[in-house]
């Protein structure tokens, strides 16, 4: 069985002001989703699964179905507010999504087989597509997990602080923790810091870190909704409280229900995380398409 692609493009991206998720950055028009479909596709993958908000699935649907029709199988599937709460009241004053976690846990039903997890507005790269299928077709099953890992110094924006999920390693390459560290930052000197309680810390500069490429077997979705409810229960009033993909896969390994391996790639990250960063991610995705890395025009 051909593993899926799951994308996350639920959330609104409130740092960037704009449905950045189907902004245009190749020089046909195609969007950063379109370079890691075309790469999946290329590297093997069945089908694609978008997590988006239904108030946006006609819109989405009319961008993305006439060009992928016949290339790749697609499905839809609905994040909302009241999706898995099975009856618990949800703050009159919440808007925001559940998180990442809980975006997975929506797709219960829908992927029945290994699956990879990335975000919408990431640009990946070839390598780390052709590395998640050879995993996903070899490797995995409901013990044995993985996370992409890109090297931090590949990670980082010119416009502003990063938040990364930075791993430790055990020597066999297992992930034995993983911790949230936001605003990481290049100094001027050339080391990499992250701030944390107004104190700076030094993180190596190949340190691998998680960008929220993962891969999973199907069983992944039933623990997201055992730890959903415990979630809910504990942090479900609060109004920003968010339930992540990296929680889910931290108990996974430290209950011991098997392992998390973390597969380092090569390839340079580039993402938008500020609106600054827009100019940037085009100028690199020019780059790979004048290397011959990519066609001129993705689906063409």
């Not at 990946?124 to 490797?139: E, I, P, R």
């Not at 930052?185 to 993962?214: C, H, K, Q, W």
């Not at 009033?237 to 896969?249: A, G, R, W």
Request: charged share 20%; glycine share 8%; proline share 4%.
């Amino acid at each position: 069985m051909q593993p899926t692609l799951v994308i996350l493009a639920a959330g609104m991206a409130s740092r960037y002001g704009s449905m950045k998720q189907i902004q245009s950055f190749g020089p046909d028009g195609e969007t950063i989703m379109d370079y890691s479909i075309y790469d999946a596709i290329r590297a093997g993958f069945g089908k694609v699964v978008f997590i988006i908000r239904e108030e946006f699935a006609e819109q989405f649907k009319a961008i993305f179905e006439p060009k992928l029709q016949g290339r790749i199988a697609t499905d839809y599937v609905y994040q909302a507010l009241s999706s898995f709460t099975n009856g618990r009241a949800i703050p009159a004053d919440r808007t925001k999504p559940w998180g990442t976690g809980h975006a997975v846990l929506c797709c219960k039903g829908k992927v029945n087989e290994p699956f990879a997890v990335i975000n919408a507005d990431d640009f990946y790269g070839k390598d780390a597509f052709a590395k998640a299928y050879t995993f996903l077709t070899t490797q995995c099953n409901e013990q044995t997990y993985c996370i992409v890992g890109y090297h931090l110094k590949n990670t980082l924006s010119d416009n502003g602080t990063v938040s990364r999920g930075v791993c430790d390693v055990s020597t066999e390459g297992n992930l034995t923790d993983i911790n949230e560290r936001t605003k990481i930052f290049a100094r001027p000197e050339g080391d990499i810091v992250y701030e944390e309680n107004d104190s700076l810390t030094v993180l190596p500069e190949n340190s691998l870190v998680s960008m929220n490429y993962l891969c999973f077997a199907p069983g992944f979705i039933g623990l997201a909704e055992e730890l959903f409810e415990k979630f809910l229960d504990e942090q479900g009033q609060e109004l920003k409280s968010e339930f992540y993909i990296p929680t889910v896969t931290k108990h996974f390994v430290q209950s011991g229900k098997g392992v998390v391996k973390v597969i380092p790639t090569s390839a340079q990250w580039f993402g938008v995380t500020y609106k600054e960063d827009a100019p940037g991610v085009q100028d690199s995705i020019n780059k790979l398409v004048t290397a011959g890395e990519y066609p001129a025009s993705l689906w063409k």
